[in-house]
């Protein structure tokens, strides 16, 4: 199994970036995904979850109205739109997956990528 994140990067407060997260090794399709955060010497925030068929999403409230979650089950890939980015959205980003939903339990998800790193800095 295998999520690897990609797009971080350095960005000025108010910019956007898009994270994506390839996954290989499960069957993605049936699996619901997120997208949890750990800012510097914090532990891990759930940011945001989408179910197998992309009918049902969810946001914390810290990040709802400015982040938007999705995936193509066609490429395997979950997504990460953030837009109007402070710099407590810095953090290391990292995707999950679990075959059950899971809500907020960061702890108890499947499995996990490296994560990508989102500073936000001006």
């Known amino acids: 199994v295998q999520l690897v994140e990609s797009g971080g990067d350095l960005v000025q407060p108010g910019g956007s970036l898009r994270l994506s997260c390839a996954a290989s090794?499960?069957?993605?399709?049936?699996?619901?995904m997120y997208w949890v955060r750990q800012a510097p010497g914090k532990g891990l925030e759930y940011v945001s979850s989408?179910?197998?068929?992309?009918?049902?999403?969810t946001y914390a409230d810290s990040v709802k109205g400015r982040f938007t979650i999705s995936r193509d089950n066609g490429k395997n890939t979950l997504y990460l739109q953030m837009n109007s980015l402070k710099l407590e959205d810095t953090a290391l980003y990292y995707c999950?997956?679990?075959?059950?939903?899971?809500?907020?339990?960061?702890?108890?998800?499947?499995?996990w990528g490296q994560g990508t790193q989102v500073t936000v800095s001006s």
């Open positions: 989408i179910s197998a068929g992309s009918v049902t999403t």
């Open positions: 999950a997956g679990s075959r059950r939903y899971k809500g907020t339990s960061t702890e108890s998800y499947d499995y």
């Open positions: 090794g499960f069957t993605f399709s049936t699996y619901w």
